[in-house]
């Protein structure tokens, strides 16, 4: 079946510290996959996606790249803001989406 | 701003009550899907519709029901609500021509009703 797993929360870091979220996916076919984020007390925003395998999201300095050979989509970003505390989700599209747990990011001055 | 909207915000009701969730897509899209986020489980499918026809179901309880009208607007119709029936619930649209065809399966989310059930 269709269905993703990302790594345990919360992520804990200080300012300008690198970030890696990690997501694996397992899917038949070649989904696009798509990370979102929630703020608290918010919906969710469309944070990056990538529609075929080597491809490449970004958005906000938030990178992540589509890999087919490790079926995995992690997110990286150089250096976290305070700003971007929220909960990450990884996602693959089957028609639906298919999300992971989500990942809260904690991110201290 | 995403584009798509759900009233009301904030829905507060007791047990075995109905309530009606509404849905407007982002202009020029065809599809609306429904998703619920509960603390223990996560974010769920529920339903999708496209150009006004059921086209996939997911873990959508019978007591709950959803349509789509002509001008593309959504409601989640729940009735006999229980206490386990408190979530987020969240719509979302999306191009989608139905054949996924590349880049059109992107789905933007509406900011969410939250549904408390006392």
């Known amino acids: 079946g269709n269905s993703v797993t990302q790594m345990e929360g919360p992520v804990t870091l200080s300012e300008e510290a690198f970030l890696t979220i990690n997501c694996t996916y397992t899917?038949?076919?070649?989904?696009?996959l798509f990370w979102y984020v929630q703020y608290p007390g918010e919906g969710l925003q469309l944070l990056l996606k990538?529609?075929?395998?080597?491809d490449k999201g970004s958005n906000k300095g938030f990178e992540a790249t589509y890999r087919k050979e490790t079926t995995s989509f992690h997110l990286e970003k150089g250096s976290v803001q305070v700003s971007d505390s929220a909960v990450y989700f990884c996602?693959?599209?089957?028609?639906?989406?298919?999300f992971g747990t989500g990942t809260r990011l904690q991110v201290f001055p | 701003d995403s584009g798509v909207t759900q009233t009301p915000k904030h829905l507060i009701t007791a047990t075995g009550q109905r309530v009606t969730l509404r849905c407007s897509p982002r202009?020029?899209?065809?599809?609306v899907y429904w998703y619920q986020q509960s603390l223990d489980q996560g974010l769920q499918f529920l339903i999708h519709y496209y150009n006004g026809e059921e086209r996939a179901k997911g873990n959508i309880l019978e007591r709950f029901s959803a349509q789509q009208f002509p001008d593309l607007h959504s409601e989640l119709n729940l009735s006999s609500l229980e206490l386990g029936d408190s979530a987020l619930y969240f719509c979302a649209s999306s191009v989608d021509a139905g054949g996924f065809e590349l880049g059109t399966d992107t789905q933007y989310f509406g900011p969410g009703t939250r549904l408390t059930v006392l």
């Open positions: 899917a038949t076919g070649y989904p696009s």
């Open positions: 202009s020029g899209d065809l599809s």
């Open positions: 996602a693959l599209s089957v028609g639906k989406l298919i």
């Open positions: 990538a529609t075929k395998a080597d």
